[in-house]
């Protein structure tokens, strides 16, 4: 059951209060740490964000896993990192929870406020909770299909939804989840999913139709700004059935919510060995073929990089000479700690996010934030 608004923390990220933040975090954070995301939102403003951010996808569903995430976001929140990523499905809701836990106890500390912290959640993907029914079908049919949240038709590939009525019940959870009443950044989480089961025309007119509800959750103050997190929508070809066509949503966004419409972010993989986002002319924009960190850059739309470690996979093996291109960050400096800095010190790049459920995570991680990065360019961030 929702809890009532009153129980929600109040407010929500906003420039003063990240300007603030960025301001007194006791690390020294060196230049181009703090970046710019421009919410064009009534009560936010322009945000400032960290170029690194704490993911929550991995680890297994205990309260241990909880306890560690909690204690792991709490000090990077005391440390200089303002960006906190999760999603409803990220380990059966507990991520959620936990950051709420975080959020909760980094207030109690006086290390932050809400207005000072930048939190982003998905909804799209078909999540349980706690404890999976004996017959989810049955299950999926009297939570979601007979109250007509969604049909059967709108359900695609067993687990990912995106009408309307389903976006604004997910976000909703969320905000339970999270104890907030708003919450800063909310993505559709891997749209092009719906791409395996339905036609492009299709798509569009559902993406359209999810835009509208999000807009109109801006409005209601549920949320800051929108946008997409995906896998590999972003980085393939137009010619390949998954693709995404950043220059076809910023569209779909500016014809339900007008020249103000609230698409401005995007989420995507990118890091040492997955480099699409910059290398691979994924996009077309009036014709021309373009990365999509160029594309977005036009659009201004700012990107966030998933997957920074790629699953941690990267915080060993670097060859000696990647890591003579950190040379920056001395030689003591970890694999990790390079593929970080790669990653935060690449044009039109807002934050990095790396899973960090534990202290040790944190402080490896953010042994990197006094080094000097990559100032973003203005129209990105």
């Not at 997409?228 to 919510?257: C, D, I, K, Q």
């Not at 291109?325 to 790049?349: H, W, Y």
Request: some cysteine.
């Amino acid at each position: 059951m929702m809890r009532s608004v009153a129980a929600l923390v109040p407010g929500r990220a906003d420039a003063a209060g990240t300007a603030q933040y960025a301001h007194r975090v006791p690390s020294r954070c060196g230049n181009g740490h703090f970046r710019i995301l421009p919410t064009r939102t009534e009560g936010a403003g322009d945000v400032t964000v960290s170029s690194l951010g704490v993911g929550t996808y991995l680890g297994p569903e205990t309260d241990a896993a909880d306890d560690e995430y909690v204690e792991a976001m709490t000090k990077a929140l005391a440390v200089g990192v303002n960006v906190l990523d999760t999603a409803v499905n990220y380990r059966s809701t507990r991520s959620e929870r936990a950051v709420r836990r975080a959020i909760s106890e980094g207030i109690r500390l006086g290390s932050i406020t809400r207005e000072q912290v930048i939190v982003c959640t998905k909804g799209g993907y078909l999540t349980f909770g706690n404890e999976k029914p004996a017959d989810p079908r049955r299950w999926v049919q009297e939570t979601y299909v007979k109250t007509g949240l969604f049909t059967w038709s709108d359900f695609v590939a067993g687990c990912h939804c995106m009408t309307p009525a389903y976006l604004k019940n997910q976000l909703d959870r969320s905000r339970e989840n999270l104890g907030l009443e708003t919450v800063d950044v909310y993505y559709i989480h891997n749209p092009e999913t719906q791409l395996s089961a339905i036609s492009r025309e299709t798509f569009y007119t559902r993406i359209r139709e999810a835009f509208g509800a999000l807009e109109e959750a801006c409005s209601e103050g549920k949320l800051s700004v929108y946008g997409t997190a995906t896998w590999n929508g972003f980085r393939v070809a137009p010619e390949n059935r998954g693709h995404l066509s950043l220059e076809e949503l910023v569209a779909a966004a500016r014809e339900v919510g007008g020249d103000e419409h609230h698409f401005r972010v995007v989420q995507l993989p990118y890091n040492l060995r997955m480099q699409d986002a910059a290398t691979i002319n994924s996009q077309l924009m009036k014709g021309k073929r373009m990365s999509l960190l160029s594309a977005a850059q036009q659009l201004g739309v700012s990107v966030v990089a998933s997957a920074s470690l790629m699953q941690a996979i990267l915080c060993k093996g670097l060859a000696e000479e990647t890591r003579t291109s950190f040379s920056e960050l001395g030689k003591n400096a970890t694999d990790a700690q390079c593929a970080l800095q790669f990653v935060r010190t690449t044009p039109g790049i807002l934050t990095a996010l790396a899973g960090m459920r534990t202290m040790a995570h944190v402080e490896e991680n953010t042994g990197i934030l006094s080094y000097p990065a990559v100032p973003m360019s203005g129209s990105v961030a």
